[in-house]
């Protein structure tokens, strides 16, 4: 099991930054995939960007070019660097963790989530 817990989110205008922080605990040595995701209130939850074993690293189209991604070994850190940020990119957003047993965290979502933070983009 891998807790999670993120950090960072907030009310920021159109054009801003914020950086998310995903702080991850617990069977971490485990991990294959780590990524982000968002949700609107009404709609699916959708991928924001992954990283995995190795350093493959995806995005979502929609923001490409705008947002980063990166795991820090280190101190146990995944952080989702946003720039440009529009009203569009107003939602909750969770981290999320998958495991080399069941391969997750990639191609699909792992098992482990955080309690996500909210992102609010508003003039």
């Known amino acids: 099991q891998v807790q999670l817990v993120e950090s960072g989110g907030g009310l920021v205008q159109p054009g801003g930054s914020l950086t998310l922080s995903c702080v991850f605990s617990?069977?971490?040595?485990?991990?294959?995939?780590m990524g982000w995701y968002r949700q609107d209130p009404g709609k699916q939850r959708e991928l924001v960007a992954a990283?995995?074993?190795?350093?493959?690293?995806k995005y979502a189209d929609s923001v490409k070019g705008r947002f980063r991604i990166s795991r820090h070994n280190a101190n146990n850190t995944l952080i989702l660097q946003m720039n440009s940020l529009n009203v569009e990119d107003t939602a909750v957003y969770y981290c999320?963790?998958?495991?080399?047993?069941?391969?997750?965290?990639?191609?699909?979502?792992?098992?482990?989530w955080g309690q996500g933070t909210q992102v609010t983009v508003s003039s």
């Open positions: 999320n963790a998958g495991t080399r047993a069941a391969s997750t965290g990639w191609d699909t979502p792992g098992e482990n």
């Open positions: 617990g069977s971490y040595w485990a991990i294959y995939g």
């Open positions: 990283v995995r074993d190795g350093g493959d690293i």
